[in-house]
């Protein structure tokens, strides 16, 4: 499905895809949508035609494919190996790094952490997604931008902004304070958070953007917004989030919602294995720069809801695989994968 992109001159020579202005792909957005006449409907891209081939879209699109990497754990890399470099010289040189900040399980005492794939921590998942936007904007390639994101343009308080805001880069505790403060008022969920960076990713890759000190805050909120409406059962509405930010009108949130939703092109789904990824990825990142998960010892209350948790899931694991069994009839003689008993004391 689907065009493709070949080359019949030599393997060398590739043709490359123009690159179009942030303009000129909203305004195509806005002119498709467009009534030809009077007596026809609106016209409505096919699906097919804004698929482009597997090996551009698992490059380009990590936020739609699994197996495409994450931006932001490659943009962190570089700050990564600098810091692993630093501390690598440090050992060298007989300096203390300190006391050790990580907790490690012995034989009499266990440390685990809440921060699962199903439920996450909302404290360190915001970490995390504040480290990751941190990342994108300390190492963008450009300032590539919209009107509607600009702070300057649309502010989001009455402060004036100070002169130099488009070149200086906000600092993680910035970036956290903003996010926390929106997830604290409105009671979003650590899922919400991670969508939000999806969504964010999804935004870059599509318009062709860069998250820059002008348009963060309204990028990040544009993304909050859309993802607790796609995520939570009962979503806040733009108008609570006007009670939140005092200085924001109904009328700029509704146009900054309408322009997000046109740039993702109306792709708001998120596949199970792509939250996955960004969660896994997120983890990897905190790993990446010392950001510790609580960890606390396991007793006999958190043993025995793991071990309730455990036979549930394996009560739900027998049952489709009697479903399976039954609709396969050639693996009748086949013997099921037995498990061991875990035995906690």
């Known amino acids: 499905m689907g065009n493709t992109v070949t080359c019949c001159v030599s393997p060398e020579s590739s ?4 690159s179009r202005q942030p303009a000129e792909r909203l305004e195509e957005l806005q002119t498709s949508t467009e009534v030809s006449d009077d007596n026809t409907v609106p ?4 699906i097919s035609d804004r698929e482009v081939p597997d090996e551009l879209a698992l490059e380009s699109n990590p936020s739609d494919h699994a197996r495409a990497s994450t931006i932001f754990l490659y943009k962190s890399q570089t700050d990564v190996r600098d810091k692993r470099k630093s501390n690598h010289i440090n050992h060298i040189s007989h300096v203390s790094p300190g006391p050790l900040s990580k907790k490690y399980s012995s034989c009499s005492t266990i440390f685990i952490d809440d921060n699962t794939v199903s439920q996450p921590n909302l404290k360190s998942t915001i970490k995390c997604v504040t480290l990751a936007i941190y990342y994108h904007i300390k190492n963008r390639d450009s300032d590539r931008s919209l009107d509607i994101f600009d702070e300057k343009l649309h502010p989001l308080s009455k402060e004036p902004l100070p002169d130099d805001y488009s070149h200086v880069d906000p600092e993680h505790k910035l970036i956290y304070r903003f996010v926390r403060t929106l997830f ?3 009671q979003l969920t650590a899922e919400c958070a991670i969508v939000t960076l999806v969504y964010l990713e999804r935004l870059l890759t599509y318009a062709e953007l860069d998250i820059c000190p002008s348009n963060w805050k309204r990028i990040v909120l544009g993304a909050i917004l859309l993802a607790s409406k796609v995520w939570d059962d009962q979503a806040v509405w733009n108008v609570d989030y006007c009670q939140i930010l005092k200085d924001i009108t109904v009328e700029d949130m509704n146009e900054m919602e309408r322009h997000f939703l046109e740039l993702l092109q109306f792709n708001i789904n998120v596949p199970a294995s792509v939250y996955a990824k960004y969660y896994f990825d997120l983890r990897q990142l905190a790993d ?3 950001l510790s998960f609580p960890l606390e010892p396991l007793n006999n209350q958190r043993a025995q809801k793991l071990e309730a948790i455990s036979r549930l899931c394996e009560d739900k694991y027998k049952d489709l695989c009697k479903a399976a069994m039954r609709r396969s ?6 013997i099921g994968i037995r498990h061991s008993n875990a035995v906690l004391s």
């Open 329 to 334: 009839f050639s693996a009748d003689n086949l």
């Open 184 to 186: 604290s008022a409105a």
């Open 43 to 46: 016209y409505l891209q096919h």
């Open 288 to 290: 990446d720069n010392n």
């Open 15 to 18: 043709p490359k895809l123009p």
